[in-house]
């Protein structure tokens, strides 16, 4: 008995030090991308998925993107010599607005450090997705991408027919009136409407603001085409939405061509790390286990419901307060 609790301690002790091996190879800081001196690359940073504020979880089948991962890549680019242009390449229905936000600012600082950016569409880059394409030197679509759907949108929901058919009554205490404001158990009264509406507006206002800025448009010219709608690539070159039709290759063509690389510049992909190098890193589930289901509920979302796969809960979007 006590040999084969020797032998357990001893395997477990190899397999820690053999994790931590990993971990340190995984961690390790880029040290900056090699190309031939007197040249360049084109940094490829894919946002694939819905957008939220902070980390995304990833998973075995996939995930959305979140704002500091993004934001470490394009931190990256900006302070690596060799990069010399930025292709983003979306495909995405939206997200949040404080996410989408949080990205298009550092796209904003990654331009203003002398690179080129250029965003690419794939399926989707709409809402949330197109306000950061916005914030681009240049924006290259599919024919058949969708975009758009510039707007934004914010629903609750009234489950008090549910509640009573299961036999559950809710009891609230509460420090101010609102503070209960979107629970399903109960309607939403007039006053809180105007509030909610008011806050729509708001960030509606912003995302106007932030694509007559990035695409150079008259605001009332953005504002007649942002009604909600979604658009395929090639509806929005038509109306100055997006600059060229083409897929990746010819964004990263363009890219080179901006940043004086030529056409066929070096590339390399700043992407997310897979599943297993975030467990064995730590950055997967960094609360716990528990936080592989993220508490994005409380949030304003620029989304593109249309463009949202099958299943994915994009008919169920809330905007609940506690």
Request: glycine fraction near 14%.
């Amino acid at each position: 008995m006590k040999r084969r609790i020797v032998a357990a301690v001893v395997c477990v002790a190899v397999l820690l030090s053999l994790a931590g091996g990993l971990v340190s190879v995984l961690s390790r800081p880029d040290r900056g991308i090699k190309v031939p001196r007197g040249t360049g690359a084109v940094a490829i940073i894919p946002i694939t998925g819905t957008i939220v504020s902070g980390r995304a979880t990833p998973g075995f089948f996939g995930s959305g993107t979140g704002s500091e991962d993004v934001m470490e890549r394009l931190r990256q680019a900006s302070q690596d010599p060799a990069v010399k242009a930025v292709v983003l390449r979306l495909n995405s229905p939206g997200g949040t607005a404080a996410g989408a936000q949080e990205i298009a600012a550092e796209v904003d600082n990654l331009r203003k450090s002398g690179k080129k950016v250029v965003a690419s569409m794939g399926d989707a880059a709409a809402s949330g997705a197109y306000w950061i394409a916005s914030r681009a030197d240049k924006i290259v679509a599919n024919p058949g991408s969708l975009t758009g759907s510039i707007g934004v949108i914010m629903q609750t929901q009234d489950l008090r027919g549910l509640y009573n058919k299961l036999g559950i009554n809710t009891r609230t205490f509460k420090s101010g009136p609102y503070k209960d404001m979107g629970s399903p158990s109960r309607p939403v009264t007039p006053e809180e409407q105007d509030i909610f509406q008011g806050m729509v507006d708001d960030i509606y206002d912003q995302f106007l603001r932030a694509v007559s800025e990035g695409r150079k448009m008259e605001l009332d010219r953005v504002r007649k085409l942002a009604d909600g709608r979604v658009y395929t690539g090639r509806q929005a070159q038509k109306l100055g939405l997006v600059d060229e039709l083409g897929n990746l290759r010819d964004a990263v063509r363009l890219a080179g061509r901006l940043a004086g690389l030529g056409p066929n510049p070096v590339t390399t992909e700043l992407g997310p790390r897979g599943f297993w190098s975030g467990v064995l890193s730590g950055t997967l589930f960094p609360k716990g286990f528990g936080s592989a289901f993220p508490d994005n509920k409380t949030a304003i979302w620029l989304v593109c419901p249309p463009c949202l796969p099958p299943g994915s809960g994009g008919d169920t979007l809330r905007f609940p307060i506690s």
